[in-house]
């Protein structure tokens, strides 16, 4: 019965993560995230690089987003199927050998840029 039940639950979800894009670690995204203050709701956009991805395709899923703001690194982690982000853009595709990019948080400046994938298309 519980098996039913989690295998009913993780196909209602399978919906949600379909919607957004695929990313991986290395990206630039643009993630667009509902804000509550007090009885008025707006939209703010966190825009920063992609440094992991836990417990791909699952309902579990979260990734970690990370940028520089005023001179302070400024991490963020979402989990991908929170009713708060409404939308991810994908910006840039970034050229990595990593899954997860912890060694961005000691570097600064052309250090710490990542190199951009190239497209080829057909």
């Known amino acids: ?49 992609v440094i992991q991805r836990k417990n791909v395709n699952t309902n579990g899923e979260t990734f970690t987003v990370r940028k520089i703001s005023n001179g302070i690194g400024v991490e963020r982690i979402f989990p991908i199927i929170s009713p708060s982000i409404e939308k991810i853009e994908v910006l840039r595709e970034g050229k990595v050998r990593r899954a997860r990019l912890f060694y961005l948080r000691g570097r600064h400046g052309k250090s710490a840029r990542i190199k951009e994938k190239i497209r080829v298309k057909k």
Not at 36 to 49: A, I, S, Y
């Open 1 to 49: 019965m519980s098996e039913l039940l989690i295998k009913f639950v993780e196909q209602e979800y399978k919906d949600v993560r379909s919607k957004f894009p695929s990313f991986k670690a290395g990206d630039t995204i643009n993630v667009h995230v509902k804000i509550t203050e007090g009885t008025k709701e707006r939209v703010q956009q966190f825009q920063g690089t």
